[in-house]
């Protein structure tokens, strides 16, 4: 049961372009939703998080939309760096599961300079 | 540096073989828990834990799986008779939870590569 889906694996910009990250879930009970970047030979560190009664978040480059109905996000970046090529996970979490995160299969962005 | 760390980085066994992972969270957090990725895939839920009780096992944790954490602080994940399929990177994260209703920030170490041969 994948209750978290990222249907591209891959993505390509060219730096100072709007990178555009999409997520989609099938669990209606999240409250949180989240992105995580991840470097090689690193584990994932937080980028962004949106709560589930909100529909947009902004953090500097970093924008998270929320469309409930469609059951869809997306993390768009603007302008892209080179810096920003990394794999990009979505997660959903429930409060009431202790924040366990339920993860996207993930997106490989490259950023071409 | 004051961040999670895992040990070993890698480990190499042969099937039927038992391992140990150990995870040190960030000092003053109160929850940990473990994930396990496979190629291709995000990280998923096994475990969790706060402080020292076990709160959550998710049905990916078969009973060659156990994991403790002794006086809260750090924990470790022991699979027993290894199978190829064990095969993955085990990821260990840890967060302060303000309250049970409260979505907390989890910092991730940089995980345990497990091959099993």
């Known amino acids: 049961d994948q209750q978290v889906k990222q249907n591209s694996p891959s993505l390509s910009v060219q730096e100072g372009r709007i990178s555009i990250l999409n997520c989609d879930y099938t669990?209606?009970?999240?409250?949180?939703f989240l992105w995580y970047k991840k470097y090689p030979a690193e584990g994932p560190t937080f980028l962004i998080s949106?709560?589930?009664?909100?529909d947009k978040n902004e953090d500097g480059r970093f924008t998270v939309f929320l469309n409930k109905s469609a059951k869809h996000l997306s993390l768009h970046i603007v302008p892209s760096q080179p810096g920003d090529s990394a794999v990009y996970f979505c997660?959903?979490?429930?409060?009431?599961?202790?924040?366990?995160?339920?993860f996207g299969e993930g997106t490989q962005l490259t950023v071409n300079p | 540096d004051t961040g999670v760390s895992q040990d070993p980085r890698h480990k190499i066994t042969k099937r039927g073989q038992n391992v140990t992972f150990r995870c040190d969270p960030i000092?003053?957090?109160?929850?940990l828990y473990w994930y396990r990725q496979t190629l291709g895939q995000g990280p998923e839920f096994l475990t969790y834990f706060q402080n020292e009780a076990q709160l959550e096992k998710s049905r990916l944790l078969s009973d060659r799986f156990s994991a403790e954490r002794p006086k809260g602080s750090f924990s470790t994940l022991e699979i027993q008779r290894t199978e190829q399929g064990d095969s993955a990177m085990y990821l260990c994260?840890?967060?302060?939870?303000?309250?049970?209703?409260?979505?907390?920030?989890?910092?991730f170490g940089p995980g345990t590569r497990l091959t099993v041969l």
């Open positions: 949106i709560s589930s009664i909100k």
């Open positions: 994260a840890s967060s302060l939870a303000k309250g049970m209703s409260f979505w907390d920030e989890q910092f």
């Open positions: 669990n209606s009970m999240f409250d949180y």
């Open positions: 000092s003053e957090h109160n929850r």
């Open positions: 997660a959903g979490c429930k409060e009431t599961s202790g924040s366990r995160l339920t």
